[in-house]
């Protein structure tokens, strides 16, 4: 892979990075990280700083790292102690003013709601035979493909598809989420 690089002297050159299938990796998982690292932090900004930096010491260890099969575990450990030593390290940065900064005007869901029903889901899951639970849990929540998922569990594509709509029919008839609908 070749990439520009610009030098010290404003000069732009090129320089071909030493792991393309780092690369590869980045660009095809950096969704799924992206949204892991959200969970982490309290907004959009911080979480692009973080997968930045986890990806920045994942690329650094590219050489030392013998199972490739296993970069979304690495890379997550990476967040979570990225994250873990920026709170440990933080500082306040919260400032008087007359004004709040956010237009009133914005509507936001009761966090509590939120949670609730968040804690319903999940209870709602966990009700699953553990055969389709596996499956909600890799199409919906690691946002694997069908074809992703039924490798996963070494079935097939189309038992990932009829699982998964069994799955979602019992979601839609539970009656903790019928507040939902």
Known sequence: MTTLVRTSGSSVGTRTLPYPSFSSYMKAR???L???ARSLTA??????????????????????IED??????????????TRTSQWRKRKVDEFVCDELP???????GDPAEQQALHDAMW????????????????????????VQTAEVLGVSVGTV??????????????PELEPVR
């Open 43 to 64: 907004n959009p900004s911080d979480a692009e700083d973080l997968l930045q930096t986890a990806l920045t010491k994942t690329y650094v260890a590219w050489e030392r």
């Open 68 to 81: 490739h099969r296993a970069l979304d575990g690495y890379v997550r450990r990476a967040l979570l102690n």
């Open 161 to 174: 598809k009829s699982a998964v709509s069994r799955a979602l029919g019992k979601l839609r008839e539970d």
């Open 34 to 36: 992206l949204r892991t």
């Open 123 to 146: 209870r709602a899951i966990m009700k699953l035979p553990a055969r389709q639970r596996a499956m909600v849990v890799l199409r919906y929540y690691e946002d694997l493909s069908e």
């Open 102 to 108: 956010e237009p009133e005007d914005v509507p936001a």
């Open 30 to 32: 950096q969704p799924v």
